[in-house]
């Protein structure tokens, strides 16, 4: 599990400054170490891309940074984010385990994991004016390892298609073996990232951060020496390397080690940590005089470019002031002639200081989550807030816009929207089964836009939301067979406003189908190898004397049955010979089609007690044609072997 950043040590100087300072005029712009590239002059953006959720196919499978226990969805008392995200302009939502949203929508949360989610952040960022994302990247040698490897194409992509450049930011909380498998991780994998047109460069090398050199707690270990080898090792790959750094690493006090100075002095670039370390414009003013103002000079004598942190400031701890802390960072940086600036963070909903769409109101959170939205100092602003925010203060960054104290983002893009969509007509059923209802309706319009519908299921007591889109259409799955089911339809805009409900349409679901059938008995197979005459057909042949057999010694191997189409697949039974002695294979389940993962990887025993048998629960959101079992040992020969692959419905 990643480590918050929020435990390294803070300072207490952050409050000291106890009145506020007064605001001195412009200085003249000091001097950059290096022109104008991919990073310097640019706004750069903390992406941790670090969600995830069960059924979203990523490796983890787990509620990944969102819960406690991975395996539990978050819910009150048991919930690793402290504000809720904003999910209208996603396609696909995982429910949660807290109650509705106060507009009576389900509580659902975004997967990194889904490439449309990072392709909508990005679209967020080319949107308003962050030129640039740097992807965390904690240990890739653990568990997290396959899931963040995967989150680097899903980044390459996202930033390809919206023009914005990112590159790779090393985190090494608690890599303690960090020394050596930094490089193996570079060379092995993430150097090839460099290829693509939006890997960022600066002086025309390919852009590397490395963060916690010279922290002073146990999770960042790392003597001097072992700091300069692995920095001057990446500037010997040809690489622009920045240092993500401690707050006070120009004086080693506080939150730096002593002693580390020439370790600072060897990046090209000083990124200095801000997180937790100022709550209001006295702390952000003091830290202008006393830290940016000295660290800039230093940094200039030696040709060492700088870029500090700009944070929205602490959500769940009211430290936000409806923007005017963010603005006033901006407006010292760029007084102060700092050329660039890393906003801390664009998706850390742990910390509360994201600034990806937010919950700007009690109807956009759960209501029992306890959590503060947007407008909980009694503002209002949308949802978007912080993401213009960024776009007005980079502008004046870069001299777009008039140097000025007084932040003039306003809360509403064009102003409070209070008219309600109209209400969708036609609500028709287009499709059952025996545990699905297909929903279709015709658009409603609104004075702005229709942001989505939400589709709620009528009952004796009222109506339940059970989902949301943004197409005119939707499927209600895990319904009861021969069951009788009303369904309404209602349109919502971005600011909140709901229509009234459409015409109710009432459906009964088909009885359920025979849940004893072996629907991939007699039907094509395929497979990676077999040996001599143990070919696939006959894991389908109903004969559990005959089998399939891979070939030997040769992982990974495979074995998949095509049912015909799109199934409600529930469990898979697997049988070898019944004379056989006792073996354990490790297998997982997949979609032969897609790749997806249905079952992870497990080790399952076979022996004549069970009857050789073992049997695998399938996901009951699994709908798969073909289904694919993949072996990577056998301890009883070495080889995949299977005398009978059964599915069923039930």
Known sequence: MGVSRRSVITTALAGTAATALPIAAATQPAEAASPPGDVVGKVTVGYQGWFAAPGDGAPINGWWHYSPNWSQPPAPGACSITCWPDMRDFTRGYRSNFANLGNGQPANLFSSYDQQTVDTHFRWMQQNGCDVAALQRFNPFGGEGPTRDAMAAKVRSAAEATGRKFYIMYDVTWWLTMQSEIKTDWTTKMSAYTASSAYARQNGKPVVCIWGFGFNDDGRPFTPAQCLDVINWFKGQGCYVIGGVPTHWRLGTD???????????????????????????????????????????????RGIDYQPCVIPGDLAAGHRRHGELMWRQFYNHTRAGVPSVYISMFDEFNEGNQIAKTAESAAWQPTNSGMRALDEDGTPCSSDYYLRLTNDGGRMLKGQVALTATRFTVPFPTGPDQTAPSVPGNLRVTGSTDTTVALAWNASTDNVGVAGYRVSRVNGSGSTAIGTTGTLAFTATGLTASTSYTFTVAAYDAAGNTSGASNAVTVTTAPPPNTNTNLAQGRPTSESSHTQVYGSGNAVDGNTGTYWESANNAWPQWLQVDLGAATAARRVVLTLPSNWGTRNQTLSVTDGATGTTIVGSATYTFNQSTGNTVTITLPNTTSVRYLRLNFTANTGWPAGQISEFRVYTG
Do not use: C, E, K, Q
């Open 255 to 301: 939150d730096s080690r002593a002693g580390f100075i020439d370790v600072y002095h060897a990046f090209n670039m000083i990124s200095p940590w801000m997180v937790g370390r100022i709550s209001d414009n006295n702390g952000a003013d003091w830290f202008y005089t006393n830290r940016v103002l000295p660290d800039l000079a230093d940094l200039n004598a």
